[in-house]
């Protein structure tokens, strides 16, 4: 059984925009899962139709094997949502929101004060939990909204855009809370649009793109096709014709411009290193942006990611 099975999901808004065209997708239950896409992609309607916020026009999910369509409510319960925009009631203290969250999803109230104060405690928050939320840092409300989605306990987190907008501090911070929530068996499903979160963090991942996914792998084996390197090599003087080398690819740009792609292993040293014994001198050398960013854009056919 899976902790998310979407099958064929389609979602057209009024207006008649396809958000999302077609999606399946499996996520293992334990699962530290990305979905990546750039802003527009259809990644929050996703998680909108698992947690009931936005209704699907097609399509099945499965929370860990309950259909949505067939028992809502408990297909919820076995989910925290932690959305993009703060969505807390700005008058009550953090200890309240917890308290209140925990008790819609029946804990008794002794067991929901407890919990509320260990995960105010685990987010860095205790000494807030009984100022009014309106006077918290933006970095606050985004750890009370994670304490929020874990009160009840559920199985699986979902997380949308976690990190956006919140600075380098919080971010690792927010990072390294994630992973030890992973490493004690929780399911954890997060959209980014930050190649680096995806790479930190998951293990597996998919890239969605116009409401399609265009890739669905996992991470070890994206980077293994990310291993290798492209230079972008300018010559001090144009060569008229591309010298034959053996140990790697090389394309001519232009005259004085070569791309050279390095696999695992081999280190630029080679690559000045050949580049000499065909007595061609080298102006400068940079690598040529890539990684997942080449990787989207070579599947899409974009021109940027964003
Ligand atoms: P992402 O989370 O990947 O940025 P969204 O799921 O928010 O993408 O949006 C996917 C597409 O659906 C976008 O083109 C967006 O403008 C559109 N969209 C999202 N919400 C609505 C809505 N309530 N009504 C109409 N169109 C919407």
């Known amino acids: 059984m899976y902790a ?12 008649g925009h396809e958000a999302l065209r077609g999606i399946s997708l499996k996520i ?3 699962d530290f899962f990305a979905l990546l896409g750039p802003n527009g992609a259809g990644k929050s309607t996703l998680i909108g139709i698992l947690c009931s916020l936005v209704r699907k026009t097609g399509g099945r999910c499965r929370i860990l094997g309950i259909d949505i369509d067939q028992n809502m409510p408990q297909a919820k319960s076995l989910l925290g949502i932690v959305p993009q925009e703060f969505n807390l009631n700005i008058f009550e203290p953090p200890l ?11 804990v008794p109230p002794r067991v929901a004060r407890q919990r509320a104060e260990q995960y105010l405690e685990k987010l860095g928050l205790k000494d807030k939990a009984k100022t009014p939320t309106r006077m918290l840092s933006g970095g606050m409300k985004r750890r009370l909204m994670i304490a929020r989605a874990l009160v009840h306990e559920p199985p699986i987190l979902i997380l949308d ?4 907008g919140v600075d380098v501090e919080l971010r690792r911070l927010i990072w390294n809370f994630l992973t030890e929530l992973n490493a004690a068996g929780k399911t954890i499903v997060l959209t980014t649009h930050y190649l680096e979160e995806a790479e930190a963090l998951c293990r597996n991942l998919a890239i969605i793109d116009e409401g399609k996914i265009v890739l669905n792998t996992t991470k070890k084996k994206l980077l ?21 080398i053996k140990e790697f690819p090389v394309v001519a740009v232009d005259a004085s411009t070569l791309e050279a792609t390095l696999q695992r292993g081999q280190d630029v040293h080679l690559l000045f290193k050949v580049l000499d014994r065909k007595q061609l001198t080298v102006h400068s050398i940079r690598e040529k942006t890539n990684r997942l960013e ?3 854009l070579e599947l899409t056919g974009k021109k940027e990611f964003l």
Not at 96 to 106: E, P, V
Not at 227 to 236: C, M, N, P, S
């Open 4 to 15: 998310i099975e979407v099958e064929d999901l389609r979602k057209t808004y009024h207006g």
């Open 224 to 244: 293994a096709q990310l291993a290798q390197r492209t230079y972008v090599v300018e010559l001090a003087r144009p060569c008229k014709k591309l010298p034959t």
């Open 294 to 296: 080449q990787l989207f």
């Open 28 to 30: 293992a239950k334990g």
């Open 96 to 106: 309240q929101i917890l308290i209140n969250q925990a008790g819609y999803y029946g």
């Open 161 to 164: 855009e976690p990190t956006a």
